[in-house]
Structures are given as structure tokens and as C-alpha cells.
Nanobody, 123 residues
Framework: VQLQAYGGGLVQAGGSLRLSCAAS????????MGWFRQTPGKERMFVAA????????YYADSVKGRFTISRDSAKNTVYLQMNSLKPEDTAVYYC?????????????????WGQGTQVTVSS
């Protein structure tokens, strides 16, 4: 599967952005999906994951209550709605796919990656 992430940008603290990740192919429903983020010199960090069917989600503590992951199988797309953004949310955000029912928080588990989209939150 090929993944294309988009929707990043510059936003003020307290604002919102919605990231999208479009998947190619007809097997989108076979993959659990995840979002990760990375800042220079640091390891890729888990943000959120959603299971194959879209019924179960899992969030990092740092984004719980502010971010929402969802998926639309008809559009082969996974979303990350980000509200109440903080400067510390600034990073390159990546979407990823894992051939398991539900994705985990370790980036090493994921099989496919999108190219990343920059999110910058100004104070």
C-alpha cells in the first residue's frame, strides 16, 4: 500500500488542523493505521492508532482529548483531527499502515509509511 499524507501547515496555538492520509490499493481495510510525529534529532513518536474496522482507537497521553483519529474506508483515507494545538505539537507528522487488526505505539511495528507533513504551531 502507498500512503500520501497532507494537510499540515502553520497554525496559532489553540487552533485546529486536520491531517489526511490517502492510501492506494483496494486493501485499505486490511491495515490498522497510525499517526506518528518526529522532531529533528528525536525518535519518531506515537500519536494515535485505529484498528482495521475503525471501531477502536488508541492515543498517546500527550494528545488524548485533543486529537481524534478516524478512517473512511470508502475514501481509503485516515484522518487526524487536531484541536487545541500547542507549540509542542510542532513536528513532521507521518501516517503508517500495519498488517494487523490493531496498531501499536512502536513505530518499528508498522510496515508502510507516508512521506510526512509539517505541522507548525506558533505561540
Amino acid at each position: 500500500v502507498q500512503l500520501q499524507a497532507y494537510g499540515g501547515g502553520l497554525v496559532q496555538a489553540g487552533g485546529s488542523l486536520r491531517l489526511s492520509c490517502a492510501a492506494s490499493g483496494r486493501t485499505f481495510s486490511s491495515y490498522a493505521m497510525g499517526w506518528f510525529r518526529q522532531t529533528p534529532g528525536k525518535e519518531r513518536m506515537f500519536v494515535a492508532a485505529i484498528d482495521r474496522g475503525g471501531g477502536s482507537t488508541y492515543y498517546a497521553d500527550s494528545v488524548k482529548g485533543r486529537f481524534t483519529i478516524s478512517r473512511d474506508s470508502a475514501k481509503n483515507t485516515v484522518y487526524l483531527q487536531m484541536n487545541s494545538l500547542k507549540p509542542e505539537d510542532t513536528a513532521v507528522y507521518y501516517c503508517a499502515a500495519d498488517v494487523v487488526p490493531m496498531g501499536g505505539s512502536d513505530f518499528r511495528e508498522y510496515d508502510y509509511w507516508g512521506q510526512g507533513t509539517q505541522v507548525t504551531v506558533s505561540s
